[in-house]
Structures are given as C-alpha cells and as structure tokens.
C-alpha cells in the first residue's frame, strides 16, 4: 500500500505541475492556471464525505483500483492530446475536474483501507507513514517529471506519460493486495 500511495501520490504531483506548465505555455496566463488549479482541486473540498461513505460499504481495494485505473486512462488522455498538439486549455479544465473527482474519492478509500492491512497495535504507525508518503511524494513526483519538462524536445506529453506509468504501478499493486477490505 506504502508503495501504491507513493506511486499514485507522486502521479498526482508532478500532474500538477504538468499541467500548470502546459496551461501556460499553452495560454500565456496565470489566470488560466489558476482556474486549471481549481478544477483540480474543488473536489477535493466536495466528493471526500460521499467517497468515505462508499469506502466505508463497499470494497476499498476496488475503489482504489477503479480510481487507479480511471487516473491511468486520463493521464493517457492528457498524454495523447499533448502529443498530437491537439490539446487545448478547455481540454485540460475538464479533465482537471475529472481528475480531482478521482483523486477526492481516491484518498479516503486509501485511508480506509489501512486498518484492513495494518494490525490494530500498529495502525498510529501505518497512519503516520501514510501521511509521511502523502507530503513525500510532493516532493518526488516534480522531481520525476522536472528532467522531461526541460529536455528540448521532450515536454509535458512526455511528463504525461510518466504519470500514466506511475498510475500503472499504483494500480498493479493495489490488486495484488490481499485483504477483505469492506468496513
């Protein structure tokens, strides 16, 4: 789990950055960065009591797997478009939304599924080292992508592609977890 949340976490992150470059480059305006931004990040503020509920019923390993991969496939999105030169700032809101929505019902499933895995003795721990990964990973993922935004020739299509790749990973093991993980 310690690995799929550093994984995930530093997609998330370097995502961020991405898009902030992209938005940019593409709009010369902070102003369209700041809306891109606050796409991303209003689910957060809104999605989390609906997500935790649904954590608490159903399967929590699920619910990670199905949000890794959704992640996946808007990441490949971003990455294609990116790419092609197709990509347009509205292109990037949208799926900054949708990407925050995700992302919001992402992490109390993440968090639920703790005591699943983690024996009652230990779970301050498992706790902590969560949330250590969470801020560690605000730190990784930027450094990941940092190289491919400066590269001639490389970009944010390139930096998408890696977040697809970390949301592969993340996904890959989440599935291999073996647990009952309803509340």
Not at 4 to 31: E, M
Not at 95 to 116: D, E, H, V, W, Y
Request: net charge positive.
């Amino acid at each position: 789990l310690w690995l799929s949340s550093l994984s995930a976490g530093g997609a998330a992150w370097a995502l961020i950055v991405a898009r902030a470059w992209l938005v940019y480059d593409l709009s010369d305006s902070s102003l369209w960065v700041g809306a891109t931004t606050f796409a991303a990040m209003a689910p957060l503020a809104l999605v989390p009591p609906v997500a935790g509920y649904l954590a608490d019923k159903l399967d929590r390993k699920k619910i990670l797997a199905w949000a890794f991969a959704l992640q996946f496939l808007h990441n490949l999105i971003l990455a294609i478009l990116a790419i092609s030169g197709s990509i347009e700032v509205w292109h990037i809101i949208a799926l900054s939304f949708f990407n925050g929505t995700i992302r919001a019902t992402q992490l109390p499933a993440m968090q639920a599924l703790l005591p699943n895995l983690i024996p009652e003795k230990d779970l301050m721990n498992g706790i902590a080292l969560n949330q250590a990964t969470f801020h560690v990973a605000r730190l990784v993922g930027p450094a990941l992508i940092a190289p491919l935004l400066l590269a001639p020739g490389s970009g944010t299509g390139a930096a998408f592609l890696l977040c697809t790749a970390l949301y592969a990973v993340s996904f890959l093991i989440i599935i291999r977890i073996q647990t009952t993980s309803k509340g």
